[in-house]
């Protein structure tokens, strides 16, 4: 038997519900863009604190600006101008100098007188070989990217495990490698993080190339299987054939 009191408490409730899953479903959407745009602009304040001190002061957006009014430093009419992004625009336009400047004879000279000292530093030595080889890892516009995504028994037989085809064995593993067929290099990721992983070398016949894109894997590993590829919507897991 169910009286007012109930019915009151029912709605209170179901209406308790509903505004719960409008403030999560709303947080769902602002969470992401807010740390966005939160990440970017700790980002582009990073640069410009680390960028400015080398620009001269008279060119600092401030100076230039009071100095178009006709300003005087330490006076009442003095404007105060911050403009979060300057150091961005100067490190972007430098660093395509630098490139333009390494391309040429003198720049690929240079590099190479200073590269000589540095590689009579022992720990400096160290440090710059280690930066630069990650730099041209990351950064330099080779071949380098995976091929295919694949799936391979790891950690053994009866596990699938998603991984990413580099190239074909070379070298000295190619040969030293007790196995009749051609070997490849996998990597294998880690989940959430997969710019992790392992460097594996597996025969070509235990490999199974997959059809979904290297970014749609990348997307399941880092979802940790939550967000599985579709070819009509990457984010929905695919939907069963009809029978």
């Not at 007012?4 to 899953?21: I, N, Y």
């Not at 990413?164 to 490849?184: D, L, P, Q, Y």
């Not at 590829?229 to 069963?240: E, H, I, L, T, W």
Request: glycine share 8%; charged share 20%.
């Amino acid at each position: 038997m169910t009286t007012p009191f109930d019915e009151d408490t029912h709605k209170r409730r179901s209406m308790f519900a509903g505004l719960r899953a409008s403030f999560f479903t709303g947080l769902i959407v602002i969470a992401p863009v807010a740390f966005t745009l939160w990440l970017l602009w700790s980002f582009i304040g990073w640069v410009d604190g680390f960028v400015m001190p080398f620009v001269p002061a008279n060119y600092h957006p401030e100076q230039l600006v009071n100095r178009w009014l006709d300003r005087t430093y330490g006076t009442d009419n003095w404007i105060h101008v911050n403009i979060r992004g300057v150091g961005v625009f100067v490190f972007f336009f430098f660093t395509i100098f630098v490139g333009w400047l390494a391309k040429g004879l003198l720049g690929r000279s240079l590099i190479r007188y200073a590269e000589g000292l540095l590689e009579r530093v022992p720990v400096v030595r160290s440090i710059y070989n280690g930066v630069k080889q990650i730099a041209e890892t990351i950064f330099a516009q080779s071949e380098r990217s995976f091929e295919k995504a694949c799936l391979i028994e790891y950690p053994r037989k009866g596990i699938w495990a998603i991984g990413f085809v580099s190239t074909s064995a070379k070298g000295e593993i190619a040969k030293r490698a007790k196995t009749e067929g051609e070997m490849m290099s996998i990597f294998l990721p880690t989940t959430p993080n997969p710019t992790s992983g392992f460097l594996l070398f597996v025969p070509k016949e235990d490999v199974i190339e997959l059809d979904m894109t290297v970014e749609d894997a990348a997307k399941l590993v880092i979802s940790a299987g939550l967000v599985y590829p579709n070819a009509k919507d990457p984010s929905q897991p695919a939907k069963p054939s009809p029978a």
